[in-house]
């Protein structure tokens, strides 16, 4: 397995941009994870994805946040109008079936909004 | 109400010792997963070792050992013959619901682990 991969690992940008972030789960994993992590804080879960399906998405997750993973394989999070507030990073992760209870991270992808 | 409560902001352990990492959790589900990930200064999330609240023996990788205790809902970490290299973050987790549903972890706020030579 070459791990989970996640790209940018680092985002400047101003506020009212909009970011897009990409996410390459390990290869057979079907499920594929997006947590947020501010600081001082351990991860929050945002949303996950079964195959191409999104199943769960928390409140977290506002109008301006978007996730996909149209064909079951990467994942990209699209955040809009950036706010200060959405400066964080934002860790993918993915599981096997039979062993989904083990989550398998990437290195995250840090946003700044200035 | 916190899901998973980590009491300890930071640890201080002597290289080769041993130390114990706090977790307690709150929950009402009969079948739930506890989990503990480290956390280097990269920022990758790590997967150290699970128990699942059916699981009788307490779960045990090379020196990471789980202290269950479902009665007090803790599950604490046991690190044995501390490494430099062990100096980290260190957050528990927990799934709740039994499998076939969503895995969606819910973390603790972590503990900063240093190991001194």
């Known amino acids: 397995d070459t791990g989970v991969s996640q790209d940018p690992r680092h985002k400047i940008t101003k506020r009212g941009q909009n970011v897009t972030f990409r996410c390459d789960p390990i290869?057979?994993?079907?499920?594929l994870y997006w947590y947020r992590q501010t600081l001082g804080q351990g991860p929050e879960f945002l949303t996950y994805f079964q195959n191409e399906a999104q199943l769960e998405k928390s409140r977290l997750l506002s109008d301006r946040f978007s996730a996909e993973r149209p064909k079951g394989s990467f994942s990209t999070l699209e955040i809009q109008r950036t706010e200060q507030g959405d400066s964080a990073m934002y860790l993918c992760a993915s599981s096997r079936p039979g062993l989904a209870y083990e989550q398998y991270f990437g290195p995250g992808t840090r946003l700044t909004v200035t | 109400a916190q899901k998973i409560t980590q009491t300890q902001p930071g640890m201080f352990v002597q290289e080769k010792e041993a130390v114990t990492l706090d977790c307690t959790y709150d929950?009402?589900?009969?079948?739930?997963?506890l989990f503990w990930y480290k956390q280097p200064s990269s920022g990758e999330m790590i997967f150290l070792i699970y128990q699942g609240s059916y699981d009788e023996q307490n779960a045990t990788e090379g020196r990471y050992s789980l202290n269950f205790q479902k009665a007090r809902k803790s599950a604490n970490l046991v690190i044995s013959a501390s490494q430099l290299g062990d100096s980290a973050m260190y957050f528990c987790?927990?799934?709740?619901?039994?499998?076939?549903?969503?895995?969606?972890?819910?973390f603790g706020k972590g503990t900063l682990l240093t190991v001194n030579p």
């Open positions: 929950t009402s589900d009969q079948s739930y997963g």
């Open positions: 290869s057979e994993h079907n499920r």
């Open positions: 987790a927990m799934r709740e619901g039994g499998g076939g549903s969503n895995y969606k972890l819910t």
